[in-house]
């Protein structure tokens, strides 16, 4: 596939600072060097990772700007996706990203230091066990969204700071008509082709449910 750099990003978010940028700038590199250590993308993937990953990650700050003083449970982060690209976006919000594969969280703790990032807790542990509360919950595609709901039901903040109330973003791709309708959830499906205009997004959406 062609190279898809950097500059992808700043098409869709350009009004990031130099910081900002320098973080976003360095992220090719870094996963490049970790995911020869601990497989985290696939190879097919990593020179697709500015559109498949991080863009991908950034729809969640199309549909909502996180506020200062927020708090954001990435659930099943993998390398850290959702969560290390809206970091970046948002360095006064903090974000928790836990997966229950160590090697993961390595990556994840690796590539925060690297690119500076202080607003990231990371931690090797399964989302049942967390006993904390967020505003909101995000994820991508980890698992079918009913199973996924009883993991995180009890996680959030009673009191919202959003305009938007507290609740889950879910990134996921396909057809959701009947997960949705297994899951019994009260969900609104929103199609990444209304965020970005690339090929890669017809098929995917982000799902919102309020807590």
């Known amino acids: ?12 978010f350009n009004n990031l600072n130099e910081i900002q940028k320098q973080q976003i700038d360095a992220l090719e590199d870094v996963y490049k060097f970790w995911n020869t250590q601990i497989n985290v993308i696939s190879r097919k993937d990593i020179d ?8 991908h990650s950034l729809a969640i ?8 003083g927020a708090s954001v449970l990435d659930v099943g982060t993998g390398g850290g996706f959702p969560g290390i690209p809206l970091a970046i976006l948002f360095p006064e919000t903090s974000f928790h990203l836990v997966d229950s594969i160590g090697k993961k969280i390595k990556v994840v703790n690796e590539v925060a230091q690297t690119i500076g990032l202080k607003n990231i807790k990371a931690s090797h542990i399964r989302a049942e066990q967390i006993k904390d ?3 909101f919950v995000i994820s ?10 009883p993991w ?17 973003l879910y990134l ?22 209304d ?13 919102y449910v309020a807590r």
């Open 1 to 12: 596939m062609e190279k898809i750099t950097s500059a992808l990003i700043y098409k869709y």
């Open 48 to 55: 697709g990772l500015y559109e498949r990953h991080i863009l």
């Open 61 to 68: 700050a199309k549909f909502i700007s996180f506020k200062e």
């Open 133 to 135: 509360k967020y505003d």
């Open 140 to 149: 991508r595609a980890v698992t079918r969204l009913g199973e996924f709901y």
């Open 152 to 168: 995180v039901h009890n996680k959030f903040k009673k009191n919202s700071i959003h305009a938007l109330p507290n609740g889950i």
């Open 172 to 193: 996921k791709g396909g057809d959701l008509t009947e997960e949705i309708k297994e899951s019994k959830l009260n969900a609104e499906i929103y199609p990444l082709t």
């Open 195 to 207: 965020f970005f205009s690339e090929e890669f997004f017809e098929t995917k959406s982000l799902v």
